[in-house]
């Protein structure tokens, strides 16, 4: 079978659901707002549908999988207190925003990120680790556990993005202040999920009241439905960040 998306005019749900039933496909994803489905076709099928009066566009639903986490070349600032700075919370200018003098303490009155839901769409989160303590963290109760990350890479991104400041492990772009949803789309061997895996899951974080979504992920292939699904997010409010890679090539992940 093959992975597509398949958008219908409007008004022609039903019409373009049945002719997919008709021709076997195996349902994974509805998306209403953006009139698409998301099914896998038999081979053999997939022309009929192409060419159905009622279909907008047929596009393949393409891979997604988690960007690889490198070692920093320059390694991370040692504070006193024995916690260190990763490279790129100081290249983002992260700590000037609330620890101005880097004093490793937080500015009275200083932005920190507080009152804001952030949205980490990856393997999961380690709830026992030192530098999660005292963070208000929840997530999506789906076939994949949020709580749990043995594969790690979800782990690291919510600690770049929240780890606490404190004499322990790492602090993150905000000082341990942001709260946390959790949605969990690979697995503990880190293998790849779809296109509209992300979508679903991107609006999983909406439904919850996200203003920010994170993604540590990519693909070699770009999609417009994806496109769509994101630009909708973006016009109700909602950031949207999606890793740019760090194999140091020039290729773009779309």
């Known amino acids: 079978k ?7 005019a409007p008004g022609q749900r039903g019409a373009v659901e049945a002719a997919l039933k008709g021709a076997k496909a195996e349902f994974h994803y509805a998306f209403d707002d953006l009139n698409v489905f998301a099914v896998s076709l038999p081979a053999a099928a ?3 549908i192409q060419n159905n009066p009622n279909v907008v566009l047929v596009e393949e639903d393409v891979v997604r999988a ?4 490198m070692p920093s070349k320059t390694g991370a600032v040692k504070a006193a207190d024995g916690q260190a700075v990763p490279y790129g919370i100081d290249m983002v200018q992260a700590r000037q925003v609330w620890d101005a003098n880097l004093d490793g303490v937080v500015d009275t009155g200083a932005p920190t990120g507080a009152g804001i839901k952030i949205c980490i769409i990856d393997s999961g989160f380690y ?3 030192e530098d999660f303590a005292g963070i208000n963290v929840a997530g ?3 076939n994949l556990p949020w709580n749990v990350d043995g594969f790690g890479h979800g782990s690291h991104v919510a600690g770049t993005i929240t780890a606490q400041n404190n004499a322990l492990g790492v602090v993150g772009v905000t000082p341990g202040t942001a709260s946390l949803y959790i949605v969990r789309v690979f697995g503990d061997d880190g293998a790849w999920a779809y296109s509209s895996t992300l979508i679903d899951a991107a609006k999983k974080c909406q439904t919850v009241g996200a203003k920010i979504i994170s993604m540590s992920l990519g693909g070699a292939k770009s999609s417009t439905t994806e496109k769509r699904g994101f630009d909708s997010l973006y016009s109700a409010g909602i950031l949207s960040v999606a890793a740019a890679g760090n194999d140091g090539v020039d290729g773009i992940d779309p």
């Open 140 to 142: 999506y109760a789906g």
């Open 127 to 129: 709830t026992g680790h």
């Open 2 to 8: 093959t992975r597509v998306f398949v958008q219908f």
């Open 46 to 48: 997939l022309k009929g």
């Open 66 to 69: 988690p960007i690889s986490i």
